[in-house]
């Protein structure tokens, strides 16, 4: 169990914590002991119970560590599915978490919702300015994420966490899938869920990277064109997907963007292999920037920048409009920086006892 | 540090080569897994990128280090 501490005022409590490294340096909600026991009593789970160990300190993650953390983010009972479920997500052997707080590179875990979680966990935005300011529950959940990390898996800015300079996404880096708005099928449908399902999709990644494109729908190659401009913004030979190769990356297609590739009858598989095949490199080309990671096979060897298609996590969300966005990631770590999802478990979640003595 | 550890931890003898600037780092590192004894040597920052010359000049300005630090306080 957590040890309390004591405070004359909720503005000394602050102070303590942003002197103690517990903050993300802008303020925080006190978590006091009642606080937190509205969200563990949220997640329908005993204060006790470890989602699992988080890195690189090694801290057990427990329902009211993790609920502490949400109510320094500002979360509201109802986002605690999600932010139970961010928690999950990380902590599998697959995300590397570990050794992804320690690293130099610029990355932080964006998590994407699917399902109706998007609107029963408080609202997650999918649309016109996700990633940014103005939406409670994409920028809490993603802060109690990141809370939780700090404060349970140890990450220090230039201590244990040395990424040398980090990215914005490091505060929040959450949205939801614009499943309404979207052509395709749900992503997480695409990864082989019911589409009743809530789920959350978590890679660490760069920040988001615009890629402009104009579309012409007179053009017999609007998609193709809108298909090479988005494999150039997601490996070029600035990231690491195209250098390290074997990650993942995301591509955020506006609605507008979306429609393009529908429109030529490609489908979320079709788009992820078209992509996959444009983002090549010849060791030639590599050796031009990056002699060492190059190698030494003959200069004419074309190397792909995705083991595999499926590496390319594709959604629809933002508004419609000229800019998509894509996010390169890592690459690195044991399991190179795969993406993993986790439901959502909503149907465990108790109702707040108002009336309780 | 964590490669050191892991290696450690297979009863490999080990010793992280940490530069300057990691130095806080693999003290983190090092009390997360209980290992703070762990043998490190303190290189200068930096030292990827800075030439094959650069790299031999600090392997042979090192290697009695390293070396010592393998055979640990006890062989001293």
């Known amino acids: 169990m957590s040890e309390w501490l004591q405070s004359g005022t909720e503005a000394e409590a602050l102070e303590w914590l942003h002197e103690a490294g517990c903050t993300d340096g802008l303020p925080v909600v006190i978590p006091t002991p009642d606080r937190v026991a509205r969200l563990v009593v949220a997640t329908g789970m005993p204060p006790d119970q470890s989602l699992g160990v988080m890195g690189p300190a090694g801290c057990t993650a427990t329902i009211e560590k993790v609920a502490t953390a949400a109510v320094m983010a500002g979360c509201l009972p109802d986002h605690m599915p999600v932010v139970v479920a961010a928690v999950q997500a990380v902590i599998q052997d697959e995300f590397d978490l570990t050794e992804m707080q320690g690293t130099t ?27 940014g300011p103005g939406y409670r529950a994409n920028a809490s959940i993603g802060r109690a994420l990141r809370l939780a990390m700090m404060n349970i898996g140890g990450a220090r800015p230039g201590i244990s966490d040395m990424a040398l300079l980090g990215h914005p996404g490091k505060f929040t880096y959450c949205l939801a899938e614009d499943e309404e ?44 064109r809108l298909l090479k401009v988005l494999s150039i913004g997601l490996t070029n030979l600035a990231t690491n997907n195209a250098v390290l190769g074997g990650g993942a990356a995301v591509v955020a297609l506006n609605p507008d963007h979306a429609n393009i590739l529908a429109q030529a009858r490609l489908g979320r598989r079709e788009v992820a292999g078209r992509l996959a095949d444009l983002c090549r490199f010849t060791v030639g080309e590599m050796k031009t920037i990056h002699a060492g990671f190059a190698g030494k096979a003959d200069p004419s ?37 795969q993406f993993v999802t986790q439901p959502i478990v909503m149907n465990e979640f108790c109702e707040i006892p108002v009336a309780s003595s | 540090m964590r490669d050191g550890i892991a290696a450690a931890h297979r009863s490999i003898p080990a010793v992280a080569l940490v ?58």
């Open chain 1, 105 to 131: 590179h610029c990355t932080a875990p964006l998590l994407i919702v699917n399902g109706p979680a998007r609107a029963a966990c408080g609202g997650i935005s999918g649309g016109y300015g996700a990633l």
């Open chain 1, 181 to 224: 708005n979207s052509p395709f099928e749900p992503l997480h449908v695409s990864l082989g869920f019911d589409p009743s399902d809530s789920v959350v999709t978590v890679l660490g990644a760069e920040a988001p990277h615009s890629v402009m494109y104009s579309g012409d729908a007179d053009l017999e190659d609007n998609a193709e």
């Open chain 1, 301 to 337: 060897t074309v190397r792909s920048c995705f083991a595999d298609p499926s590496q390319i996590l594709i959604l629809v969300a933002g508004g419609g409009g000229l800019y998509s966005m894509v996010m390169p990631s890592w690459c690195a770590g044991s399991h190179r920086n």
């Open chain 2, 19 to 76: 530069t300057e600037d990691f130095w806080e780092q693999g003290d983190f590192v090092a009390l997360s897994f209980s290992m703070p004894g762990i043998p490190r040597v303190r290189l200068p920052h930096p030292i990827a990128g800075t030439g094959k010359v650069a790299m031999t000049h600090v392997a042979e300005a090192y290697i009695r280090t390293i070396v010592d630090a393998l055979k640990g306080p006890s062989n001293e």
